[in-house]
T-cell receptor, first 115, second 113 residues
Framework: AQSVAQPEDQVNVAEGNPLTVKCTYSVSGNPYLFWYVQYPNRGLQFLLKYITGDNLVKGSYGFEAEFNKSQTSFHLKKPSALVSDSALYFCAVRDMNSGNTPLVFGKGTRLSVIA | SQTIHQWPATLVQPVGSPLSLECTVEGTSNPNLYWYRQAAGRGLQLLFYSVGIGQISSEVPQNLSASRPQDRQFILSSKKLLLSDSGFYLC????????????FGPGTRLTVL
């Protein structure tokens, strides 16, 4: 079975400081990993994904994520947070061995950037 | 480019009334289609997904059903709504390869009174 965990319900960070939103996963094969952002009353927007290759993935709006196979993690990072980054963030996984099945999502982490 | 539409954007329905939410995708063919529900602005619950016309997989037993009458159209229905059906309903699509991203529509806010 495949699963993903986002251990923090809420992350608070001051504007201009670096931010990290944590994600760990569990799969039987190799993972395909995704990050999404959701603003209030909107659909999820795709930020970035890891399929293979370089462990550091760069995405939209200055976000990046680092795939760490030994720690089974895929944390989302940004060097300098903006107030406009305040939103709900979802990590998702699909196991390479699961076939073309729907993504499995974490419960989400609410990011609050304080001016 | 591909776009995904959902309507209506908001809906207020009485308990026991029927429901029909529609999702359409433009600019692609034979997409995988998904219905999710999000309660209280948090986690996503996968309700149904479809890999082709007439092919529907149900993830949770409940009073909702889904249909795919056309290649790029996905409909979520209920014969009698419950209070617990209130939530934010999201449709998504993906091209169909295992590495593909799922792309979400704008959502429908359903309130059952």
């Amino acid at each position: 079975a495949q699963s993903v965990a986002q251990p923090e319900d809420q992350v608070n960070v001051a504007e201009g400081n670096p931010l990290t939103v944590k994600c760990t996963y569990s799969v039987s094969g190799n993972p395909y990993l995704f990050w999404y952002v959701q603003y209030p009353n909107r659909g999820l927007q795709f930020l970035l994904k890891y399929i293979t290759g370089d462990n550091l993935v760069k995405g939209s709006y200055g976000f990046e994520a680092e795939f760490n196979k030994s720690q089974t993690s895929f944390h989302l990072k940004k060097p300098s947070a903006l107030v406009s980054d305040s939103a709900l963030y979802f990590c998702a996984v699909r196991d390479m061995n699961s076939g073309n099945t729907p993504l499995v999502f974490g419960k989400g982490t609410r990011l609050s950037v304080i001016a | 480019s591909q776009t995904i539409h959902q309507w209506p954007a908001t809906l207020v329905q009485p308990v026991g009334s029927p429901l029909s939410l529609e999702c359409t995708v433009e600019g692609t063919s034979n997409p995988n289609l998904y219905w999710y529900r999000q309660a209280a602005g948090r986690g996503l619950q996968l309700l149904f997904y479809s890999v082709g016309i007439g092919q529907i997989s149900s993830e949770v037993p409940q009073n909702l059903s889904a249909s795919r009458p056309q290649d790029r159209q996905f409909i979520l229905s209920s014969k009698k709504l419950l209070l617990s059906d209130s939530g934010f309903y999201l449709c998504a699509w993906s091209p169909g390869h295992i590495t593909d991203t799922q792309y979400f529509g704008p959502g429908t806010r359903l309130t059952v009174l």
